[in-house]
């Protein structure tokens, strides 16, 4: 027998159902899942510091458990000093286990680890995705704090298949996404 995530059992035992109660869907295919979570981090910095880009590489590949790849500019853009085709950031696309594997120690315990936390905020996009940003990488316990020589954050988007973003609200709530007591 293979490896199943705990909250991917959750999701088919207990979130399912009840978001099929819920919203009054008339099969549980039409219910919303979560899709994919995407972590990303914007390096400006990384124009004057090539390194900054590989240490921002093994550190996110550290915290997803997946070769996090190097996001490239665009365009040239002189005020900024950018060139086409430089290394500006990173990012990790995280599907089926090991997105639901991210997903448990984000919330039972990175987000925990936050100062004064008291919730997470942020905004819905309107078609049931939600997007978390993140001032601190050292949250995660697979960072070691001493050898991090700059602290940066990062945004962590979770695309459902949510059609409205109630939906996705309901199912990011039950998944156990700490939100603000007046969020939403």
Known sequence: MSYVPALKTLYKEEILPSLVKEFGFSTPMRAP???????????????????IIEIALKE??????????????????????????????????????KMYEFLERLVRVA?????DFNGIGGKFDGRGNYT??????IIFPEIN??????????????VTTGQTDEEAY???????????????
């Open 33 to 51: 899942k979560l899709q994919k979570i995407v972590i990303n981090q914007g390096l400006g910095d990384a124009t004057q510091d090539k390194k």
């Open 60 to 97: 996110m590949s550290m915290i997803s458990g997946q070769k996090a790849v190097a996001t490239l500019a665009k365009k040239d853009i002189a005020g900024f000093k950018l060139r086409a085709n430089t290394a500006i950031g990173v990012k990790v696309t995280l599907r089926r286990e």
């Open 111 to 115: 987000l925990p680890r936050i100062r």
């Open 132 to 137: 978390l940003g993140i001032q601190e990488q």
């Open 145 to 158: 704090i001493d050898s991090v020589s700059k602290i940066q954050g990062m945004n962590i988007t979770f």
């Open 170 to 184: 309901a199912l990011l709530k039950a998944f156990g996404l700490p939100f603000k007591k007046n969020f939403k």
